[in-house]
């Protein structure tokens, strides 16, 4: 008798320990309005640390970039997309979220750093936000989950408005951190999708 392997996620939408998911958000955005209270009591020095496109001396911004934000109204405006759509990308686990969040920000970054304006700089949890967006309303078509899907669904209702600032444009935003960000999101969501198909099950009785 032979079974498939049971998939890891099993198609889930909330994480499996909801209240520990959200209190770690919580945490994480505090880090964020920290990191803002830092940068004003250093009269704004701070902010000069994320990404300035292809200056090699000036890499270590695509570590620091989503952690920093112009100001107080830069961070409010992406604080509530920020918990949601954080705590949602939990749901696979821990070490999936770790995994998922790290793609994003490494490598929207670096799409910032390779094609970002000369002369600019970026910073902002923006290309984050949009990574794990993306991932949410991808990887239930990757998956096959309709769980996932009906979630994706809401969520587009609700927010598929901010997809239009992938798009060049508005002045002061960084289009490049939400492009690559949603493509990051979007290659997460695939690999996620790939890493959790059964493996073939071997003969058995």
Do not use: C, K
Not at 95 to 118: E, H, K, M, P, S
């Amino acid at each position: 008798m032979t079974a498939p392997a049971p998939r890891r996620t099993i198609g889930r939408v909330l994480p499996a320990a909801p209240g520990r998911s959200a209190v770690t958000m919580l945490v994480f955005a505090a880090f964020l309005y920290a990191v803002e209270v830092a940068d004003v009591v250093s009269g704004q020095t701070l902010q000069y640390n994320g990404i300035v496109p292809r200056d090699t001396g000036d890499l270590d911004g695509i570590l620091w970039a989503p952690l920093l934000h112009d100001d107080w109204a830069h961070l409010a405006a992406n604080t509530i997309p920020f918990l949601v759509f954080g705590f949602l990308a939990m749901a696979g686990g821990i070490r999936q979220f770790v995994l998922v969040t790290a793609t994003i920000w490494l490598l929207g970054g670096l799409g910032v750093w390779l094609t970002g304006d000369d002369n600019s700089y970026h910073i902002g949890a923006s290309g984050l936000v949009f990574g794990w967006l993306a991932f949410l309303l991808t990887r239930g078509f990757f998956a096959r989950s309709g769980r996932q899907i009906a979630v994706a669904v809401v969520l587009f209702l609700v927010w598929g408005g901010v997809l239009f600032g992938v798009l060049p444009g508005q002045p002061g935003i960084s289009w490049q951190a939400h492009l690559f960000g949603a493509l990051a999101g979007v290659l997460a969501a695939w690999l996620v999708a790939r890493a959790d198909r059964p493996e073939p099950a071997l003969p058995g009785t």
